[in-house]
């Protein structure tokens, strides 16, 4: 059972290629791509300091800069939390945003909540793509 | 030659609260009737795998049906003019309703999710006229699954609902199966799954663990580790508050063991109803009847 594994700087959520790698492989997703042509949405990740913005719209998943709309999603946790969730398998309790904000302390959809639960399935979909290891389509066993 | 699956399904109208309800149910198999109870919000679809393993096909009959307001079972009359709650009283009385309707003898009843915190209900209150009950995905007490967002005119129920319970399955099980619960999902009636969860949330047991006799009525919880919705550790210690009841945790798997991933599922299911079906011959044998018949006359 693979558990607590880093893969990104310790000071950091993740690292600029893994966001890079992120983005792409989101925007590569034939499921993203047919789930997400009429979202608008922008959410945060965040990590103490850390914030980083990005926005789906069009079909397409962004970084972005923070607008003044007061519908942004803030999803919110400590390193670790971050951390156990991108790990190639997580643990139970680990695998998806509604389990950490149910169970984990250290995580939470800080804002926005409604429009998280508006916007479930396309943002599930780019968040699992978060993880490292996640399986590319068409590649899948 | 055309392959044909072994399940049929058929309809029959039975009186639930007073009311005539049509319900579909589908069935394979011979001998020990298995009643099997669908999750909330979905229907009967996702015992195809039990359904249609020959193995199990051999020795039992396995039976799966829609509740009303589910797949193709209609809602009862003027249902427009109503809200839509399930309350454990509906439920026991729908499910002992069908039996009765099937004359079903001492029948096996297998349950995920509402339907696993279920079949504790079904235990206690009509445990003799069971061979014992199967409970996947539940506990005394299950927690926060009730919303009103299912309802919400800037909410799509037909992706949010699925993509909700999406998240309450195991990383390591198939895509292919996981992507299946998420269409059914997608198929439900609007308030439906909420108005299971509403049960399923108002349910409470604890404290009335003791009333269920497993030397009567066996009774059998798994819950997978993924599942953070019925967690494994308030069906561990449902486990150890029901005297004699057997089951634990399943590594590996989620909320959804009997449609996630049916091959992990067997692993702990099959047991269980050849153990069922060895107490339940017991129970039921000559020698046991006519000691019933020489006590209670």
């Given at each position: ?141 | ?87 454990a009283?509906?439920y026991v ?18 349950g995920?999710s509402m339907a696993g915190s279920l079949v504790l209900e079904l235990a206690r209150l009509?445990g ?5 009950v199967v409970g996947f995905s539940g506990a005394a007490k299950v927690n926060g699954r ?53 049960f399923y949330s108002a349910l409470d047991l604890r404290g009335k663990e003791e009333q269920i006799d497993t030397?009567?009525c066996?009774v059998y919880l798994y819950t997978?580790?993924?599942d953070?919705a019925c967690t494994p550790e308030e069906t561990e210690e449902t486990v150890f508050a029901v005297p004699g009841a057997k089951g634990g945790r ?48």
């Amino acid at each position: 059972m693979a558990a607590h594994t880093r893969t990104q700087s310790e000071d950091s959520i993740f690292g600029p290629e893994h966001e890079t790698k992120w983005v792409n492989a989101v925007n590569e997703d034939p499921e993203f791509q047919l789930a997400s042509r009429w979202t608008d949405v922008e959410f945060e990740i965040r990590s103490g300091e850390e914030t980083r913005t990005f926005k789906i719209t069009g079909g397409r998943l962004d970084r972005t800069d923070r607008s003044d709309s007061d519908r942004v999603i803030v999803l919110e946790g400590t390193q670790s939390a971050w951390s156990d969730f991108l790990a190639p398998v997580p643990l139970p309790k680990n695998h998806h945003i509604l389990a950490m904000d149910r169970h984990r302390s250290d995580f939470s959809i800080a804002d926005g909540r409604h429009w998280f639960i508006q916007n479930l399935r396309v943002m599930d979909l780019a968040l699992q793509l978060l993880r490292p290891s996640a399986p590319v389509k068409g590649r899948e066993s | 030659m055309t392959d044909f699956e072994p399940i049929t399904g058929r309809y029959i109208t039975v009186e639930i609260a007073g009311e005539p309800n049509r319900i579909y149910f589908e069935e394979s198999g011979e001998g020990i009737p298995v009643v099997c109870l669908h999750t909330a919000g979905a229907d009967s679809r996702q015992y195809r795998h039990l359904q249609t393993d020959p193995e199990v096909l051999a020795s039992y009959r396995v039976i799966a049906f829609d509740l009303p307001w589910h797949g193709k079972s209609l809602p009862p009359g003027k249902w427009w003019e109503r809200e839509y709650l399930l309350t454990a009283e509906l439920y026991v009385e729908t499910v002992m309703a069908l039996i009765h309707a099937l004359e079903l003898d001492q029948p096996l009843v297998v349950g995920c999710s509402m339907a696993g915190s279920l079949v504790l209900e079904l235990a206690r209150l009509h445990g003799a006229e069971l061979g014992g009950v199967v409970g996947f995905s539940g506990a005394a007490k299950v927690n926060g699954r009730f919303h009103d967002w299912p309802l919400m005119p800037d909410i799509n129920s037909n992706q949010v609902v699925p993509s909700w319970t999406y998240g309450l399955m195991a990383p390591q099980s198939p895509t292919e199966a996981k992507k299946e619960v998420w269409w059914m999902y997608s198929q439900g009636g609007p308030g439906i799954y909420r108005g299971d969860t509403y049960f399923y949330s108002a349910l409470d047991l604890r404290g009335k663990e003791e009333q269920i006799d497993t030397s009567v009525c066996p009774v059998y919880l798994y819950t997978g580790e993924y599942d953070y919705a019925c967690t494994p550790e308030e069906t561990e210690e449902t486990v150890f508050a029901v005297p004699g009841a057997k089951g634990g945790r399943m590594p590996e798997i989620g909320h959804f063991p009997i449609s996630e991933n049916y091959a992990l599922c067997r692993e702990y299911l099959w047991p269980a109803l050849n153990e069922l079906k060895s107490s339940r011959a017991a129970r039921t044998s000559p020698q046991q009847s006519i000691e019933h018949t020489v006590r209670t006359s």
